[in-house]
Each structure stands twice: as structure tokens, then as C-alpha cells.
């Protein structure tokens, strides 16, 4: 008794019927603060480390997200993240939900959102067909780093505990029992646009490549560029930083090319000067050795001469 009275004073239940006995009460829309430590007496602590991810050898805070979003560089938002689980006991057939409707195929569908004061606004969908029975929870939006997404099983591992510690409140709320979770849908990676060109024109137009699509959608009608691969969101937020090593790399090589221009330039003028001096060297060499002939005649001459003189001598 002590309990409820507690709850109902922090406005989290309200009684249905204040003056019939027994009293009846009802959960309010006030966000649930929900245990951080264990989400029953039976539940290992080690599952539930939710706002924790693991990155390599380090353990980053992950920090829900605040619509409108001014992020900045490195900041990648978690989008769309659906788990889904299999009811295998359902709640009572008076359970008050938010809305419900009927898809045309037959398949009955019960809403309800609740505001958890540490996790955001979770929504559960129940999907009710004559075969089949199960609840969507869709996950309220996350702000990550770019270094959290490279590990795409961790960032799963996340999303289903974020969901298990939702799952736990809904289970004793609506008196039902969950199965296994599963991930529904693969969630959207998403990234503010900050180059003021290309988000002006996402402010108008819509752009799909691929895997990636960019535009300005609700609620905040910010420009994105999203996918389902956090790979594209992580090589676009690299991408200006490998621009700027492309141009720095650039400048290096265009610096290398001046000084080996240079490099060719007095290498092509000292080819030149050892050119006019071989050609003078060469012209030297021709002298000489017209010298030698010259001299080389001119002693044959005298030699010539000598040896008539000495034959007549003889005769």
C-alpha cells in the first residue's frame, strides 16, 4: 500500500474508481524512471548496460536525442530502430490502449507510447491476426558517434537491450508475457548536412543514390543524408577530411614537381656549360693534333733530307 500511495502522489498511477473497494488504478503518461541497474529481482546485471557501447577497448556514452538537432560534425543519429517480439501471453482483452485499428488484411492493431524518463517516448505496437501475435517497440531517436556505428553488432546489441529494458515496464504494465526480441527493421543512420550549399538544396529538393538518400524530413526538417549502411555516413563524414589529405598531398606533390623543375633547370645549365666545354676541349684537341701533324711533317721533312745528304756521301 505504501508503494502505490508513493506512485500515485509522483503522479505515475491513478485511481479509476477513488471511492470503490478494492481500488483500481492506472499507469499516467508521466515518463517512468525506470531502474538503471536490473530490470527484475531475476535479471542479470550484466544485460542491461544500456547506456554503454562498446568500441574496441573503450565504453562511450550513447545520449538520446533532442530534437532539433544541432550535432555537429561527428554526430550520426539512430533512427527508425525497430525491435519485434512474439506475444505468447496477451494482455487482458479490457486493456486500454491508445489506438486501435483494423488493416485490411484482417490483422488487428494496438498502440500505445509511453514516456520513459530515462530512455524518451517508446512506442508499442501490437500486431493481433488469427495466426499470428506479436509487438513492435519502436525506439525513440539516439545521438551516436561515427566511431559507435563502425561495429554494426554492437550497435544491434544495444538497440534489442534498449528495448528489453522497455519490454520489462510493458510486460508488468499490460500483464502479458514477450518472447525472444528480434530486429524488425535495420534502422536509419542519419547526419546533419552543415555545408550551407548542399542543405539549402535539401531544403527543396530530395536526392536518392543507392543506399543514401538526403533531404529535409519531419519532425525537425533538418537536411540529412541517411542510410541504412552506416558505412556510407561514416565515408561522408570522412570524406571532408580526406579532401583536405587529397589537397594537402596535392600541395606536397605540386612543391616536389617546382623543386624538381628547378632541380632539372640547373641540371639543363650545367649540362650546357659541360657541352661548351667538351666543344672547346674538342676544338683544343683538333689544334693539337693539327700541330702534331704539322710537327710530325716537318720532321719527316728534315729526316728526308738528312738521308739524301748521307747517301751522297757514300757514293
Excluded at 560534425?73 to 530502430?81: D, N
Excluded at 546533419?192 to 542543405?199: D, I, K, M, N, T
Amino acid at each position: 500500500m505504501k508503494i502505490i500511495k508513493e506512485l500515485e502522489a509522483e503522479g505515475l498511477i491513478v485511481c479509476l474508481n477513488p471511492k470503490g473497494r478494492p481500488k483500481f488504478y492506472e499507469a499516467t503518461k508521466k515518463p517512468y524512471p525506470i531502474n538503471e541497474d536490473k530490470l527484475t529481482k531475476f535479471t542479470n546485471n550484466n544485460n542491461v548496460k544500456l547506456t554503454n557501447i562498446s568500441c574496441g577497448n573503450k565504453e562511450e556514452k550513447l545520449k538520446r536525442l533532442k530534437p532539433p538537432v544541432q550535432g555537429g560534425s561527428k554526430t550520426v543519429q539512430i533512427q527508425r530502430a525497430q525491435i519485434l517480439f512474439h506475444v505468447l501471453v496477451p494482455p487482458p482483452a479490457d486493456t486500454k490502449w491508445d489506438k486501435q485499428y483494423q488493416l485490411r488484411n484482417g490483422v488487428k492493431v494496438y498502440q500505445y507510447s509511453h514516456p520513459f524518463k530515462n530512455l524518451g517516448t517508446v512506442v508499442f505496437q501490437r500486431y493481433k491476426s488469427e495466426k499470428t501475435d506479436k509487438l513492435l517497440v519502436t525506439l525513440p531517436r539516439m545521438l551516436v558517434s561515427k566511431e559507435q556505428i563502425r561495429d554494426e553488432k554492437a550497435v544491434n546489441d544495444f538497440l534489442i537491450d534498449f528495448a528489453m529494458r522497455a519490454v520489462a515496464w510493458f510486460q508488468k504494465r499490460f500483464k502479458c508475457r514477450l518472447g525472444l526480441p528480434e530486429i524488425a527493421t535495420k534502422p536509419d543512420f542519419a547526419v546533419v548536412v552543415e555545408e550551407p550549399e548542399l542543405a539549402q538544396a535539401l531544403q527543396k529538393y530530395t536526392f536518392k543514390v543507392g543506399e543514401v538518400w538526403a533531404d529535409s524530413s519531419p519532425p525537425d526538417n533538418l537536411p540529412e543524408i541517411e542510410s541504412k549502411n552506416p558505412v556510407h555516413i561514416i565515408n561522408y563524414l570522412e570524406s571532408v577530411q580526406k579532401i583536405k589529405d587529397i589537397e594537402d598531398n596535392l600541395n606536397q606533390t605540386t612543391d616536389k614537381i617546382k623543386n624538381l623543375e628547378q632541380q632539372l633547370a640547373i641540371i639543363s645549365r650545367q649540362v650546357s656549360e659541360l657541352t661548351k666545354s667538351l666543344t672547346i676541349m674538342a676544338d683544343k684537341i683538333t689544334i693539337m693534333a693539327e700541330s702534331i701533324t704539322t710537327f710530325s711533317n716537318a720532321i719527316s721533312k728534315i729526316y728526308g733530307i738528312k738521308r739524301d745528304e748521307d747517301r751522297r756521301e757514300i757514293v
